[in-house]
C-alpha cells in the first residue's frame, strides 16, 4: 500500500454570494498532495486558485466538502483549535508581504513565534534565517529600507520562524523583479530540497511552476490539468 497523502481535498466547494449572484469559487475539488511535494497551482485570475490556497491554509471553510492535513480534519477543528494548528503547522507567504511597517525586520520575523504560548528565546533561530536570507545587514530596518525582494524574503522568515510543515505561497513573486523573483523560487525550491517541507505554490509564472515538483491547472474552480 501506498503512504496515506499528506493533505487530501475531498469534495471541496464554495461558493459565494455576490449581490444576487453566486459564484462558485470551487467545483467538488479533490486533490491528494504528497508530503515533501513541491505542487504547482496556475490559471487565470478567478479560476479558484487563491480560494483553493486559502482552504488549505484554515484561512477559509468550505460549504461542502473536507481539508484533511496530516490526518486531521480542518473542518473539526474549532476556531482556536485552527488558529493553533495554522501558526504551529503552516507558514504562509503572500504576494503583498503584509510586514508591519512600525516593526523592524527582525521583530516582524519574530512576531508569529511571540503569539505562541511559553514562546521562548529565538534569537539563535532569527540569526540563522538572516544568514540563510542574506538578510543579516538589515535586521534592524523598516520594510520601507528594504526592497521588494528584501521584503519577500522577510515574509518568507516569517513563514519559517515556527518551523511549520507545509508553506503555502500565494504569487510569491508577483511584485517582483525577474531576478528577485527568481531568488525568492530557488530558495523555495531549497526548502523542499534540504528541508522536506511541503510547499504549496499559486503562481501565474510558467518559470516558477516548472521549478515545482508538479503543476495543477485550473479553470472555473474545477482542476482541469495534473500533470507531473
Given at each position: 500500500?501506498?503512504?496515506?497523502?499528506?493533505?487530501?481535498?475531498?469534495?471541496?466547494?464554495?461558493?459565494?454570494?455576490?449581490?444576487?449572484?453566486?459564484?462558485?469559487?470551487?467545483?467538488?475539488?479533490?486533490?491528494?498532495?504528497?508530503?515533501?511535494?513541491?505542487?504547482?497551482?496556475?490559471?487565470?485570475?478567478?479560476?479558484?486558485?487563491?480560494?483553493?490556497?486559502?482552504?488549505?491554509?484554515?484561512?477559509d471553510s468550505p460549504d461542502q466538502g473536507k481539508v484533511i492535513i496530516?490526518?486531521?480534519?480542518?473542518?473539526?477543528?474549532?476556531?482556536?483549535?485552527?488558529?493553533?494548528?495554522?501558526?504551529?503547522?503552516?507558514?504562509?507567504?503572500?504576494?503583498?508581504?503584509?510586514?508591519?511597517?512600525?516593526?523592524?525586520?527582525?521583530?516582524?520575523?519574530?512576531?508569529?513565534?511571540?503569539?505562541?504560548?511559553?514562546?521562548?528565546?529565538?534569537?539563535?533561530?532569527?540569526?540563522?534565517?538572516?544568514?540563510?536570507?542574506?538578510?543579516?545587514?538589515?535586521?534592524?530596518?523598516?520594510?520601507?529600507?528594504?526592497?521588494?525582494?528584501?521584503?519577500?524574503?522577510?515574509?518568507?522568515?516569517?513563514?519559517?520562524?515556527?518551523?511549520?510543515?507545509?508553506?503555502?505561497?500565494?504569487?510569491?513573486?508577483?511584485?517582483?523583479?525577474?531576478?528577485?523573483?527568481?531568488?525568492?523560487?530557488?530558495?523555495?525550491?531549497?526548502?523542499?530540497?534540504?528541508?522536506?517541507?511541503?510547499?504549496?505554490?499559486?503562481?501565474?509564472?510558467?518559470?516558477?511552476?516548472?521549478?515545482?515538483?508538479?503543476?495543477?491547472?485550473?479553470?472555473?474552480?474545477?482542476?482541469?490539468?495534473?500533470?507531473?
Open positions: 500500500m501506498g503512504k496515506e497523502p499528506f493533505i487530501e481535498l475531498i469534495e471541496v466547494t464554495k461558493t459565494y454570494r455576490l449581490d444576487a449572484n453566486a459564484v462558485v469559487a470551487l467545483d467538488h475539488v479533490n486533490l491528494s498532495i504528497a508530503r515533501n511535494e513541491f505542487l504547482a497551482i496556475t490559471g487565470k485570475s478567478g479560476c479558484g486558485k487563491s480560494t483553493l490556497i486559502n482552504m488549505i491554509g484554515g484561512l496530516d490526518g486531521e480534519d480542518l473542518s473539526a477543528m474549532d476556531d482556536r483549535s485552527l488558529t493553533l494548528f495554522r501558526r504551529n503547522r503552516i507558514g504562509i507567504i503572500f504576494q503583498f508581504f503584509n510586514l508591519l511597517p512600525i516593526l523592524t525586520l527582525e521583530e516582524n520575523i519574530a512576531l508569529p513565534h511571540l503569539l505562541k504560548e511559553g514562546a521562548n528565546s529565538l534569537n539563535e533561530k532569527i540569526d540563522r534565517l538572516l544568514v540563510e536570507m542574506d538578510l543579516t545587514q538589515r535586521r534592524h530596518h523598516k520594510p520601507h529600507e528594504l526592497s521588494g525582494g528584501e521584503m519577500q524574503r522577510v515574509a518568507i522568515c516569517r513563514a519559517l520562524i515556527n518551523d511549520p510543515d507545509l508553506i503555502l505561497a500565494d504569487e510569491p513573486t508577483g511584485n517582483l523583479d525577474s531576478v528577485s523573483g527568481r531568488q525568492v523560487l530557488e530558495i523555495l525550491r531549497r526548502l523542499k530540497e534540504e528541508q522536506g517541507k511541503t510547499i504549496i505554490l499559486v503562481t501565474h509564472s510558467p518559470e516558477g511552476a516548472a521549478m515545482t515538483d508538479r503543476i495543477l491547472r485550473m479553470k472555473d474552480g474545477r482542476i482541469i490539468v495534473d500533470q507531473p
